[in-house]
């Protein structure tokens, strides 16, 4: 199993020297988040995650979750981990000091995430849902009930879900059939099904919030008539206590390709309890405030995906020997030499390394967005901001966790055989990290969602806030000679990026399906562009960093190194997918449905 380490020093090239961090959080009023407070911080997360965390990761997936008469216990070391979480404050770090957070920066909060997730990813299931779920409550919910829910979600003695999907509809959530009925002391009876629930039920925390959509009788139907409420496994004292037992059970759990140690539960709601969270029928627009919060904690997982299988894959790559290098014996002393010296080996590792740290730059970016979102007085500032994230949002859950799986299919690539077998551990990262491309969206919906209803849905105009700190950029550095071979490309794939839009904008003007046929390319597109701007900035201040200093000079090389192979090896992808929305949708849509035949 390969010894998962924190990867301290990236994450802080990518928090203090590429995005300032610092000046961030005093601009913003974090005066708690010093330097030397982010830098404790993120070592001791390093810490937990290594000691705690990771050493749990494979026996988690061996013996998996058990479920008894209705109960769930999680895998040996399980409790015990998550109360070392709980106790260390960790779940209190970016919420809010109403209600006993600390009141720290969410783009802390998430560079520490990617630490857990990527030495356990079911782990860090279990408290991630949570963030969601309080970020809902906080935003919509009534002062009752965050005073009720919100200080025990925040200190990690409760623990909190997402509750969407039903038996006969995942995606199309206008077709739910879970109901809720007013009662008289104005709650309501949520009755229905709910399927793949993470964290849905398991042994970690005193009770479990869920946060469920459902439809109140004589509501419209589709997606105009969806509620949302807050529905506790156990019912909930005016005190904030635990009460008796909520008409809320765990029907069963699934048996799963992988996070075997995270519980995806079916979840039974008889009548329980719930309270409308909103308004009435504005449950979708509530539930939003959850998912955009899930698809950012789902894009990291990618990113984590990456870093630890890249990180598995190259010890064994500079250990294991085979064959010697066409350019001459590299290992005299050996019978062969390591196969880190072969170029097909070279392109996997990079193509992880690549993915991985330039994952790590947009989701630190993003984070950053999330900070103003919250935290920024300046009400211009705050639009620009949430204008971006709404364009780089499903941009980042969909291209990094593809592009993760990727990496997870690398590592098991450069093991060989041993690669395909389970003590190794890298098969166990490749079968985590696939639900990352399904779950709060699937990368099909994530490019609907980005061109039909963002893109083209603002004729373009969503493009224009980042698109402009691309060309300032670019136009910055157009005469630095070193920075060249990066400012060229993006230039060039940037214009063509808005002459596609145009395409295929007039296209789908004669012929709505144009947009689905071109949706996946346009994303990954996107995705390979908007990677390559954040691998050109990393190069050049890697760039400045060696000319002001032979101080980690090692470290700058290898960033500036890393960024000339995504361009010249990676980046082409882009071209490709070009090519393929280019050709429309005509041999998609040519053979009709029944002449599928085998």
Known sequence: MPEYKAPVRDMKFVMQEL?????????????????????????????????????????GDEQGCTWTDGEVTTPDGFKDAYQQYVEGGWPTLAQSVDFGGQGLPHSLNMAINEFFSGANHSFAMYPGLSHGALATIEEHGSDIQKNTFMPKLVDGTWTGTMCLTEPHCGTDLGMLRTKAELNDDGSYAISGTKIF??????????????????????????????????????????????????????????????????????????????????EINRGLNCMFTFMNAARLGVASEGVAAADASFQGALAYAQDRLQMRSLTGVKNPDGPADPIIVHPDVRRMLLTQKSIAEGGRALIGYLAQLVDIGHASKDEAEKATAESKLALLTPIAKAFLTEAGLECTNHGIQIFGGHGFIKEWGMEQLMRDT???????????????????????????????PFGADVTAFCVE???????????????????????????????????????????????????????????????????????????????YQAKIKTARFYFQRILPRASGHAACLANGTESMMELDSEDFIF
């Open 19 to 59: 995005l300032d961090c610092d000046s961030h959080y005093q601009k913003l009023g974090y005066e708690d988040a010093s330097l030397d407070m982010v830098n404790a911080i993120v070592s001791e997360a390093a810490k937990l995650t290594e000691q705690v965390i990771a050493p749990i990761n494979q026996t």
């Open 197 to 278: 629930i993470s964290a849905g039920d398991h042994d970690l925390s005193d009770n479990i919030v869920h946060i469920v959509i459902a439809r109140i009788p004589g509501s419209p139907e589709g997606s105009r008539g969806i509620s949302l409420f807050i529905v506790p496994k156990f019912n909930v004292t005016e005190a904030g206590d635990v009460a008796d037992r909520n008409a809320v059970s765990c029907g069963s759990i699934e048996h799963k390709m992988g996070i075997n140690a995270n519980a995806t539960c079916v979840i039974n709601f008889d009548g329980a309890k719930g309270y409308l969270i909103g």
């Open 434 to 464: 696939r639900i990352s491309c399904l779950y709060e969206g699937t990368t099909g919906i994530q490019a609907l969602d980005l061109l039909a209803r963002k893109v083209l849905g603002s004729k373009g105009e969503i493009l224009k």
């Open 477 to 555: 550095n157009l005469t630095d000679e070193a920075m060249q071979e990066f400012i060229k490309p993006i230039m060039a794939y940037s214009a063509d990026w808005q002459k596609m839009t145009e395409s295929i904008g007039m296209k789908a003007m004669k012929n709505p399906d144009e947009i689905g046929g071109a949706s996946v390319d346009y994303l990954m597109y996107s995705g390979y562009l908007v990677l390559a701007y954040f691998w050109a900035k990393m190069a050049k201040v890697a760039q400045d960093k060696l000319a002001a200093s032979d101080d980690d000079k090692a470290f």
